[in-house]
């Protein structure tokens, strides 16, 4: 920390260049002192390498810390979306169970409906076929019974129609319900992805 001078070759030095003795003589100490409160300053701003070394360990001990903080918050986290995970698969598998019951019950009841048209279709025919054997001498009533069965086919195919556009609708909303579900769950993994990133 200390300055160290040759005050008599600098007195010299002054003195080929014109100064007096005693000029050299008290401008030489006052350079000194000048000198040595300027080192001063500079080794007040100054750091050790013992200082240095001191808070660079610092420094790694809280990086540490805050390492092993984010490790154990990063651990619970995924815990967390694990687990609000298993809900959301728990709620998707139970969505599903009950579109397919759905979708079951609404064919089962398209069916008895169908087949009970087809028995009243039958007995109508048969209805139909025995009066047209006990009437056939009159031309009217074949031609009205005939009229009948058109109407009665008509009937059943408007109604077979009918319950076909209702399954078509039942089956497209069980389709929106179900894509709009998954969307749902994917939009909130997604979410808990981005959100784990």
């Not at 030095?13 to 100064?19: I, K, M, S, Y």
């Not at 080794?43 to 154990?72: F, N, R």
């Not at 076909?164 to 992805?193: P, W």
């Amino acid at each position: 920390r200390k300055l160290f001078i040759d005050t008599h070759a600098l007195v010299c030095l002054l003195e080929e260049n014109g100064f007096t003795t005693e000029q050299s003589e008290v401008i030489v100490p006052a350079l000194v002192k000048i000198m040595n409160n300027n080192l001063d300053m500079i080794y007040k701003d100054m750091v050790t390498k013992v200082q240095q070394e001191i808070a660079l360990q610092q420094v790694m001990s809280h990086i540490g810390g805050v390492k092993k903080d984010m490790i154990i918050l990063e651990k619970s986290e995924f815990s967390a979306l694990l687990s609000e995970n298993e809900k959301i698969k728990l709620e998707l598998q139970q969505v599903k169970k009950q579109v397919t019951d759905e979708v079951t019950k609404v064919r089962a009841d398209n069916k008895l409906n169908l087949n009970l048209e087809k028995s009243r279709a039958k007995e109508l025919v048969s209805f139909a076929t025995v009066q047209i054997t006990s009437f056939c001498c009159f031309d009217f009533q074949h031609a009205q019974q005939d009229r009948a069965l058109t109407q009665t086919d008509r009937k059943i195919d408007t109604e077979v129609a009918d319950l076909k556009t209702m399954l078509e609708s039942h089956k497209l909303d069980h389709i929106k319900y179900l894509a709009g579900s998954i969307f749902t769950c994917l939009t909130v993994a997604l979410g808990f992805y981005r959100l784990w990133i």
